[in-house]
């Protein structure tokens, strides 16, 4: 594995969810995988578990790790070709990224979409380009259409918290749309739904989408998922619910309308089977989810956010082990 950006890049994600739960039982066991080797990671970006629990991976690896903050430490990139530099940027991404390519066996980097330009942003040309000219394994710390390790770290926590019925069911598992009071990247909800589409293919759950009308994610994102615009119609035997905001995908970056009754509380959960509730973290309390669900027993979001390094340590083991 030379590039961790999507589920598209993982040959087998069963494989990996049992390569990250044997991390976890026995965290320093490949301690000696990355002596002398360096993962640098570099953020445009804020970052809390992100960079926290990547970090810490690939401590428990034995590797050296450097963290550069480009959006308050960095010189200003330019990332087109053929311009000439006489305005407010400094280096170009061909030589920014190439360089820190010579200092780092691997590299992690997170960089938001702009919300302005829905071709721009699904391009992802500004990762792509980190790719190319770094020349080294790269990691996806959230991109602008992505964000793996999270929905890596959420397809762990499921398959560690369901109980295996005896008839063989699935966990119903429902992506739930949330308010919010400005507009959101895509990434998120994107890299969840597909995951779960794959997860979906290979036997593990049952994927269902509830968002308002207007919210839906591109398709590509959502193959086999069934979509649903009523709340309570998609909780309904519901055994876990992950609660996201995400602003409009077709009338781009924009937050519409919607009625209310969009935030999960207790009185919705009496739709569901007892579900398990999750959020990728930070959360905006009593506006995406309500307190009451977080500081009670269904909230998964502390287990999950947990989670978070072992996926990150399969990760970075797998590649280490190719280098």
Same mark, same amino acid.
């Given at each position: 594995?030379?590039?961790? *950006?999507?589920?598209?890049?993982?040959? &087998?994600?069963?494989?990996?969810?049992?390569?990250?739960?044997?991390?976890?039982?026995?965290?320093?066991?490949?301690?000696?995988?990355?002596?002398?080797? =360096?993962?640098?990671?570099?953020?445009?970006?804020?970052?809390?578990? =992100?960079?926290?629990?990547?970090?810490?991976?690939?401590?428990?690896?034995?590797?050296?790790?450097?963290?550069?903050?480009?959006?308050?430490?960095?010189?200003? !990139?330019?990332?087109?070709?053929?311009?000439?530099?006489?305005?407010?940027?400094?280096?170009?991404?061909?030589?920014?990224?190439?360089?820190?390519?010579?200092?780092?066996?691997?590299?992690?980097?997170?960089?938001?979409?702009?919300?302005?330009?829905?071709?721009?942003?699904?391009?992802?040309?500004?990762?792509?380009?980190?790719?190319?000219?770094?020349?080294?394994?790269?990691?996806?710390?959230?991109?602008?259409?992505?964000?793996?390790?999270?929905?890596?770290?959420?397809?762990?926590?499921?398959?560690?918290?369901?109980?295996?019925?005896?008839?063989?069911?699935?966990?119903?598992?429902?992506?739930?749309?949330?308010?919010?009071?400005?507009? !959101?990247?895509?990434?998120?909800?994107? *890299?969840?739904?597909?995951?779960?589409?794959?997860?979906?293919?290979?036997?593990?759950?049952?994927? =269902?989408?509830?968002?308002?009308?207007?919210?839906?994610?591109?398709?590509?994102?959502?193959?086999?998922?069934?979509?649903?615009?009523?709340?309570?119609?998609?909780?309904?035997?519901?055994?876990?619910?992950?609660?996201?905001?995400?602003?409009?995908?077709?009338?781009?970056?924009?937050?519409?309308?919607?009625?209310?009754?969009?935030?999960?509380?207790?009185?919705?959960?009496?739709?569901? &089977?007892?579900?398990?509730?999750?959020?990728?973290?930070?959360?905006?309390?009593?506006?995406?989810?309500?307190?009451?669900?977080?500081?009670?027993?269904? *909230?998964?979001?502390?287990?999950?956010?947990? &989670?978070?390094?072992?996926?990150?340590?399969?990760?970075?083991? =797998?590649?280490?082990?190719?280098?």
């Amino acid at each position: 594995m030379k590039l961790f *950006s999507s589920v598209n890049d993982v040959s &087998n994600i069963k494989q990996l969810v049992k390569d990250a739960l044997e991390l976890k039982a026995n965290p320093y066991a490949f301690q000696s995988l990355g002596k002398n080797k =360096t993962l640098g990671l570099v953020f445009m970006n804020p970052s809390l578990r =992100t960079r926290l629990s990547t970090q810490k991976a690939a401590l428990n690896l034995g590797m050296n790790v450097m963290v550069m903050n480009m959006d308050k430490e960095g010189w200003a !990139l330019e990332t087109q070709d053929g311009v000439v530099m006489n305005g407010t940027t400094v280096e170009h991404i061909r030589e920014a990224a190439a360089v820190m390519g010579q200092y780092c066996d691997i590299l992690g980097l997170r960089s938001f979409p702009k919300l302005n330009n829905r071709e721009e942003d699904y391009s992802e040309d500004f990762f792509n380009k980190f790719v190319k000219y770094c020349a080294v394994p790269v990691v996806s710390l959230e991109s602008a259409t992505r964000h793996p390790l999270q929905s890596f770290a959420d397809l762990i926590t499921i398959h560690e918290t369901w109980t295996k019925k005896a008839d063989g069911t699935k966990p119903k598992v429902v992506l739930a749309w949330a308010p919010h009071v400005k507009a !959101l990247p895509q990434a998120v909800p994107n *890299s969840f739904a597909e995951w779960m589409c794959k997860a979906q293919e290979e036997g593990m759950v049952d994927f =269902t989408i509830a968002q308002p009308e207007g919210y839906e994610l591109a398709e590509n994102f959502t193959p086999g998922a069934k979509i649903e615009y009523n709340l309570e119609h998609a909780l309904e035997g519901a055994d876990y619910v992950y609660v996201k905001n995400w602003s409009s995908y077709k009338d781009y970056g924009k937050v519409l309308t919607y009625p209310d009754g969009w935030m999960m509380n207790n009185d919705k959960l009496k739709f569901t &089977n007892d579900a398990k509730i999750m959020h990728c973290l930070p959360v905006r309390r009593d506006l995406e989810l309500s307190s009451e669900i977080l500081d009670g027993p269904n *909230s998964l979001v502390i287990h999950e956010a947990g &989670n978070r390094l072992w996926a990150a340590q399969a990760v970075i083991k =797998t590649m280490l082990e190719e280098l």
